[in-house]
């Protein structure tokens, strides 16, 4: 109505006989109950018991009831904060016609009427502020906005990060990201540790900004090792300077180990190990196993993909190295995150991020990772990193269902002197996991075939390794490098396993090499050494698998096939 009149409350009947007709009393009360004001800008039973009370109206007692039953009427003169006898008369006015109407006993209604009524408004939930933002910008018009996140996971997130902020000192900032790794769907997803924080650039979703991921790649380097077969857990490596075409890598310690088995290099996170393999592997075969999970890092302007990558010199966001790391966690097959609203998430088509065999050794490694100093050990696989200048601290963690990423720094970029990944980021991390309530799940178990071998059973190739700077083995060559023949790359080939008959063993044929030679089949060595060049394989079941040859000079050759 514009105007208090005659017509006006004649309209307004016609109306309430409408209502009566179309809609339950239940009905009514349902749509009274959530326009009512309360007060200021409190519309709504749930705002108002938010505001006032700070819990959920099913929780509310009988006299922080009447209260709002009492304040629709007249929502500004009673307001508790302003008027506080009148609404203490409202409420018990309402209560004692509570108590004549036997809605409650009359000692109920004495009793409440003793309670406090509280003397100011409290701060309204405001969970997922950023992802709130995005989803009022895509549709400014949609009442009703529905999102992915669990409220009580992304509430224990929020929590988390605002005190890790608080202990880290002024202008520090934190983000974190949790995703299911068999769904893609985002379940937590926290921007900065205070989104009202101006001293923390707040308003800045760092989610979803690129910085320098620093040793965080590094699994992926030693998945893409281990799926060639150049290594295994137990393989000798060098941890001592080392020339790279004029890059010289060194750790972050400045000291050298010596020689380390792999599984120490990528728990200990050594650099000098990491870019050897990633010299072995190439930097850009890297990269497009990146993009096979639709990441795609960015290089400087007008360069191509170097050893440096392996260290940080790319940037990612944390969104983007949470959905690389759920490749991971889901058996190496890439999944794609949701965007918490509209996006939809899922697998990935096409070849998969890392072999299962891969991935699974890479997993076993970093579940081997000790917690941070202060955090109990939860069954997750967790890698850290450190930006060149203190400037950004990672962590990024899995267990068998769900992946959680952190990141710590400035939103500004600057430094923040001795801030580390193991240091800051991790004990996030474990308190993540522990405050978001998710039970945790066993990481997979390893696949068929996939064994920790003891150094001396390794076949002769993998017991060290050594590269040239011209990504040549050490040892000096004289014979062409093998090569497998048949089957070759890409090929899919009839075992019968489509049929349902008795599978027949595939031929191996090579060419070049040093005898003896060691097959592997997915990682795992096949029984017998051999001197001939050709053998037979006889799969687990069909489906892709990666089959490797090693001659006695440790050089190897490697194809995939599709059994059917």
């Keep these: 109505?514009?105007?208090?009149?005659?017509?006006?409350?004649?309209?307004?009947?016609?109306?309430?006989?409408?209502?009566?007709?179309?809609?339950?009393?239940?009905?009514?009360?349902?749509?009274?109950?959530?326009?009512?004001?309360?007060?200021?800008?409190?519309?709504?039973?749930?705002?108002?018991?938010?505001?006032?009370?700070?819990?959920?109206?099913?929780?509310?007692?009988?006299?922080?009831?009447?209260?709002?039953?009492?304040?629709?009427?007249?929502?500004?003169?009673?307001?508790?904060?302003?008027?506080?006898?009148?609404?203490?008369?409202?409420?018990?006015?309402?209560?004692?016609?509570?108590?004549?109407?036997?809605?409650?006993?009359?000692?109920?209604?004495?009793?409440?009427?003793?309670?406090?009524?509280?003397?100011?408004?409290?701060?309204?939930?405001?969970?997922?502020?950023?992802?709130?933002?995005?989803?009022?910008?895509?549709?400014?018009?949609?009442?009703?906005?529905?999102?992915?996140?669990?409220?009580?996971?992304?509430?224990?997130?929020?929590?988390?990060?605002?005190?890790?902020?608080?202990?880290?000192?002024?202008?520090?900032?934190?983000?974190?990201?949790?995703?299911?790794?068999?769904?893609?769907?985002?379940?937590?997803?926290?921007?900065?540790?205070?989104?009202?924080?101006?001293?923390?650039?707040?308003?800045?979703?760092?989610?979803?900004?690129?910085?320098?991921?620093?040793?965080?790649?590094?699994?992926?380097?030693?998945?893409?090792?281990?799926?060639?077969?150049?290594?295994?857990?137990?393989?000798?490596?060098?941890?001592?300077?080392?020339?790279?075409?004029?890059?010289?890598?060194?750790?972050?310690?400045?000291?050298?180990?010596?020689?380390?088995?792999?599984?120490?290099?990528?728990?200990?996170?050594?650099?000098?190990?990491?870019?050897?393999?990633?010299?072995?592997?190439?930097?850009?075969?890297?990269?497009?196993?990146?993009?096979?999970?639709?990441?795609?890092?960015?290089?400087?302007?007008?360069?191509?993909?170097?050893?440096?990558?392996?260290?940080?010199?790319?940037?990612?966001?944390?969104?983007?190295?949470?959905?690389?790391?759920?490749?991971?966690?889901?058996?190496?097959?890439?999944?794609r995150l949701g965007d918490g609203i509209e996006g939809k998430p899922g697998l990935i088509d096409g070849e998969p991020l890392l072999s299962t065999m891969a991935t699974w050794h890479v997993a076993d490694i970093l579940s081997g990772v000790l917690p941070p100093a202060g955090s109990r050990q939860r069954g997750i696989a967790y890698k850290t990193g450190t930006s060149y200048g203190y400037r950004d601290a990672w962590s990024v963690g899995f267990d068998g269902r769900y992946v959680l990423g952190v990141w710590v720094g400035r939103p500004d970029n600057g430094a923040v002197p001795g801030l580390t990944g193991y240091g800051a980021a991790a004990p996030i991390l474990f308190e993540g996991f522990a405050k978001s309530g998710i039970a945790i799940t066993p990481l997979p178990e390893a696949p068929a075939g996939a064994v920790r071998l003891v150094q001396a059973d390794l076949p002769i190739g993998q017991r060290r390794f050594s590269m040239t700077a011209n990504g040549l083995p050490s040892t000096s060559i004289r014979e062409a490098a093998p090569q497998i023949v048949f089957p070759p790359e890409g090929a899919r080939v009839d075992l019968g396993v489509a049929a349902g008959q008795t599978m027949i063993p595939l031929t191996l044929k090579l060419q070049g090499g040093r005898a003896p030679f060691r097959w592997l089949a997915n990682g795992q060595p096949l029984p017998d050494v051999t001197r001939r060049r050709v053998s037979q394989w006889l799969p687990d079941g069909g489906g892709y698998s990666t089959l490797t040859v090693i001659d006695a000079l440790g050089r190897a050759s490697t194809v995939r096939v599709f059994v059917e």
């Design 1 to 335: 109505r514009e105007r208090r009149s005659l017509t006006a409350k004649l309209l307004q009947l016609a109306r309430a006989v409408q209502i009566e007709r179309r809609l339950s009393k239940d009905e009514i009360l349902d749509l009274y109950l959530t326009h009512a004001p309360y007060g200021g800008n409190l519309e709504g039973v749930r705002a108002a018991s938010l505001a006032w009370f700070g819990k959920e109206p099913r929780r509310l007692s009988i006299g922080e009831a009447a209260l709002l039953v009492a304040l629709p009427q007249l929502p500004e003169k009673r307001r508790p904060d302003r008027n506080l006898a009148a609404a203490e008369a409202a409420r018990e006015r309402v209560l004692g016609r509570a108590a004549v109407a036997e809605v409650i006993g009359e000692g109920e209604a004495e009793r409440a009427a003793m309670a406090a009524i509280p003397t100011r408004r409290l701060q309204l939930p405001a969970y997922a502020a950023h992802l709130a933002e995005t989803a009022l910008r895509k549709d400014p018009k949609a009442l009703r906005h529905e999102t992915t996140l669990r409220r009580d996971i992304q509430r224990g997130l929020e929590t988390v990060a605002r005190e890790g902020a608080q202990r880290l000192g002024p202008k520090v900032s934190v983000a974190m990201l949790m995703a299911d790794a068999r769904t893609g769907e985002v379940v937590g997803e926290v921007g900065s540790a205070d989104y009202f924080d101006a001293s923390r650039s707040g308003w800045i979703d760092m989610t979803r900004i690129a910085r320098s991921p620093g040793s965080t790649l590094k699994p992926f380097i030693y998945g893409l090792a281990f799926e060639e077969g150049l290594v295994s857990q137990e393989t000798i490596i060098e941890d001592r300077p080392a020339d790279f075409f004029g890059y010289r890598p060194r750790n972050f310690d400045m000291s050298y180990q010596g020689d380390v088995s792999i599984r120490q290099a990528l728990q200990l996170s050594l650099n000098v190990p990491a870019i050897r393999l990633l010299d072995a592997v190439g930097p850009t075969r890297l990269m497009v196993r990146f993009r096979r999970a639709e990441v795609r890092p960015k290089l400087p302007p007008n360069e191509a993909p170097g050893l440096a990558i392996g260290l940080g010199g790319v940037g990612i966001t944390l969104r983007d190295l949470v959905q690389l790391y759920a490749g991971l966690a889901n058996r190496g097959w890439p999944v």
